[in-house]
């Protein structure tokens, strides 16, 4: 069974340093995809990040970016030059059977000024 | 475009009481979802509809029903509401590239209390 494990319930960086925000996954497909949500205190999933298992490259999408070494089962979520609206909860999932998602139970970033 | 639309946005029950959740999307996709997410936790999979006229249990089916009624609207019904049911509820749906759903779309969430 799919499984996905954010091992940092929570972490602070300072305005305008790169963070990483860990997620490890497991899963018998042979073709998955791994996807990154930012949930602010408003409470709305905002769709930041997409990696599928077969891409060559890492995903990157403005500041952020995806590490992914997929012998290691990592898709590690890198946010560079953060910013205080990127204090929010970040959610790492990975796809089962063709479209449902399976969601880590997420971390907590606060960017501190 | 709305996006994803979902109402009502907050609702309190008593327990045995039964609501209807209404979720309806404007982007023609063929795939929605309905999802809980408890307090400290991820987002759970509750059922799921691939295309109009077809739904499928996800992860946390028990106490729900659902109802697929044209591409655009996706309903979740409580028949009897029980207290472990309380939670925020999102509403989302995907499209489909060659076979694959990529990034789903979320609505903003309905806040369900069951006292």
């Known amino acids: 069974a799919q499984k996905i494990t954010q091992t940092q319930p929570g972490m602070f960086v300072q305005e305008k340093e790169a963070v990483t925000l860990d997620c490890t996954y497991d899963t018998s497909d042979p073709s998955y995809g791994l996807f990154w949500y930012k949930q602010p205190s408003s409470g709305e999933m905002i769709f930041l990040i997409y990696?599928?298992?077969?891409?060559?490259q890492n995903a990157t999408e403005g500041r952020y970016s995806l590490n992914f070494q997929k012998a290691r089962k990592s898709a590690n979520l890198v946010i560079s030059a953060s910013q205080l609206g990127d204090s929010a909860m970040y959610f790492c999932a990975i796809t089962r059977g063709y479209n449902k998602l399976i969601f880590g139970a997420g971390t907590r970033l606060a960017v501190h000024p | 475009n709305a996006g994803v639309t979902q109402t009502p946005k907050f609702q309190v029950l008593k327990t045995g009481q039964s609501m209807t959740l209404q979720c309806a999307q404007d982007?023609?996709?063929?795939?929605m979802y309905w999802y809980r997410q408890d307090p400290g936790m991820g987002l759970r999979l509750i059922y799921y509809s691939a295309s109009e006229g077809t739904t499928d249990k996800g992860e946390v089916p028990n106490g729900y029903n659902v109802s697929r009624l044209n591409k655009r609207e996706f309903s979740l019904r409580l028949e009897s509401a029980a207290p472990s049911q309380t939670s925020v509820y999102f509403c989302?749906?995907?499209?489909?590239?060659?076979?694959?759903?990529?990034?789903?779309?979320f609505g903003p969430g309905t806040r369900l209390t069951v006292t």
């Open positions: 989302a749906s995907s499209e489909e590239v060659a076979g694959l759903s990529y990034e789903q779309y």
């Open positions: 990696q599928g298992s077969y891409d060559q």
């Open positions: 982007m023609n996709h063929n795939s």
